[in-house]
């Protein structure tokens, strides 16, 4: 009988193993990789690398390594997690919000409907 894990973990360790998931998916898109090209180098399919990236605790330990290894070859789990990686801060930077600025006369023509 086949068990998926998300049947038989408690909602804490789901939550970590989205959260894991989550990280190896912000320092790919962090270092301008694509997920594809992430998979490739890794040795995985790019249905792995998506489940990974959603959290999916069936993956493998060693599969998840193995994609951390293809981001930034030689950084640990814990280095991961701690997000001290300069292209994460980079990211940030430029996701933080911007003030808005008023749209010009012709951006105004442009969505007039």
């Given at each position: 009988m086949k068990v998926t894990q998300s049947a038989v973990l408690d909602d804490a360790r789901e939550a970590e193993a989205r959260k894991l998931g989550a990280a190896l998916a912000r320092l790919r898109i962090a270092r301008g990789l694509k997920q594809e090209q992430t998979a490739l180098r890794a040795g995985l399919s790019r249905n792995t690398a998506y489940r990974l990236e959603k959290g999916d605790?069936?993956?493998?330990m060693g599969q998840v390594l193995r994609y951390l290894d293809a981001i930034v070859p030689g950084k640990t789990l814990l280095e991961l997690l701690s997000e001290t990686d300069p292209?994460?801060?980079a990211l940030g930077a430029k996701e933080q919000r911007r003030r808005a600025s008023a749209l010009s006369r012709r951006e105004l023509d442009e969505i007039d409907f």
């Open positions: 605790a069936g993956v493998a292209a994460l801060a």
